[in-house]
């Protein structure tokens, strides 16, 4: 499958994408969509064996060093533009939800209240159209298309996804775009030149991430009575993909205030106090009654207790303030329906997506 491409996408929740000034949008920003795209490629790439340059030492093409990495030939680096163009066609005007701020009272031994604050993103319910127009000739279009699929079914567009922003789904799961990618046949890189251990230790790879979903139950709680209404509204069930955040950050909480614990807390959990987001390993939202989300954690000899103590958190969390769980992560005792061979993982996650 080639550029070029044309995705129709609905908003499931609000979308944010920023603008030029970081905390006013104005529009849909393909810069934003771009840069979740490429860390899609990259962790998809590297599940497939591919050696890819990260963030923190791109490839640089000059007359030295002619070869860069499959996604720096897709994507650009320095010295090599990038082989495509991504343009947000809107259908109609920009309407924006109502940003919130909510404060989670119901937390004891805390000296300050857990407070989120939910800029005013696109309302959901908004269609675009993401056009993807070729520039010059590229290998691997197939890879990134398939990210893209990936990225619309199993992830989300643009930022504040940790709060559940940027879900969306297609207008028509039959449009074209769709019906080819569940025809493209992944090709693992032959002879697989990278080192599986290696490449595991701090880069997103598609094969250490997880998904999780679960239908709310029914409750009359009184964490919801407890939380402060200021700026929106503040819902059950709508915040209790919070509610699930606050319990997992409770329950990673170390007893003894031991450092290296309180460090891994707040490398999974992020940094969700003020207006400030960092680094939380796993984003989710409500949709429909249900909670679904995604996350990633590196996989290594020395994280490996480290990933199992909090995914094993986040999925018990799960189960307590959900029915009909459903959880896939490849190569863990957390799933036991999924295939076990990688190729066949990735089937599934293109032939069944969940929402
Ligand atoms: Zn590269």
Same mark, same amino acid.
């Given at each position: 499958m080639k550029f070029p491409v044309t995705v129709s996408l609905k908003a499931q929740t609000p979308l944010w994408t920023g603008g030029a000034d970081k905390d006013k949008m104005t529009c849909l920003r393909a810069t934003s969509i771009l840069g979740g795209l490429r860390f899609w490629s990259e962790s998809l790439l590297r599940s497939l064996g591919y050696p890819v340059c990260y963030e923190q030492d791109r490839c640089i093409q000059d007359q030295d060093k002619p070869l860069v990495c499959s996604c720096c030939r897709l994507f650009g680096c320095t010295g090599l533009s990038r082989a495509f163009s991504l343009k947000v066609e809107d259908n109609e005007a920009l309407k924006f939800s109502k940003g919130r701020k909510i404060i989670f009272r119901h937390l004891q031994h805390r000296d300050r209240l857990p407070t989120w604050f939910l800029k005013p993103g696109i309302q959901a319910g908004h269609t675009f159209k993401l056009r993807l127009t070729p520039l010059r000739p590229a290998?691997?279009? %197939?890879? $990134?298309? $398939?990210?893209?699929?990936?990225?619309?079914?199993?992830? $989300? =567009?643009g930022a504040q996804d940790q709060y559940g922003y940027g879900f969306v789904a297609p207008v028509d799961e039959n449009a074209d #775009? #769709?019906? *080819? /990618?569940? *025809? +493209?046949? =992944?090709?693992? &890189? @032959?002879?697989?030149?990278?080192?599986k251990e290696n490449h595991r230790v701090s880069r997103p790879d598609l094969r250490d991430f #997880? #998904?999780? @979903?679960? *239908?709310? *139950?029914?409750? !009359?709680?009184? /964490?919801? !009575? &407890? +939380?402060?209404?200021?700026?929106?509204?503040?819902?059950?069930? %709508?915040d209790v993909p919070i509610e699930l955040r606050c319990a997992v950050r409770s329950r990673l909480r170390p007893q003894n205030g031991n450092r290296q614990a309180q460090e891994l807390r707040h490398q999974f959990c992020g940094n969700v106090m003020g207006g400030t987001s960092h680094g939380s390993r796993y984003n989710l939202t409500q949709l429909n009654g249900k909670i679904y989300g995604w996350g990633w954690y590196p996989r290594n000899k020395k994280q490996n207790a480290d990933r199992d103590q909090c995914l094993n958190a986040l999925q018990e969390e799960l189960g307590r303030i959900c029915t009909a769980t459903r959880w896939k992560e490849f190569d863990s005792q957390r799933d036991n329906e999924s295939s076990a061979e990688w190729n066949m993982y990735l089937n599934e996650l293109i032939a069944n997506p969940w929402r």
């Open positions: 290998d691997n279009q %197939d890879t $990134a298309l $398939a990210a893209l699929y990936l990225l619309i079914h199993w992830g $989300a =567009l #775009f #769709f019906e *080819k /990618v569940r *025809k +493209i046949t =992944l090709q693992e &890189d @032959s002879p697989r030149t990278t080192d #997880f #998904f999780f @979903s679960g *239908k709310i *139950k029914e409750r !009359n709680d009184p /964490v919801f !009575n &407890d +939380i402060i209404r200021n700026g929106g509204q503040c819902n059950y069930p %709508d």
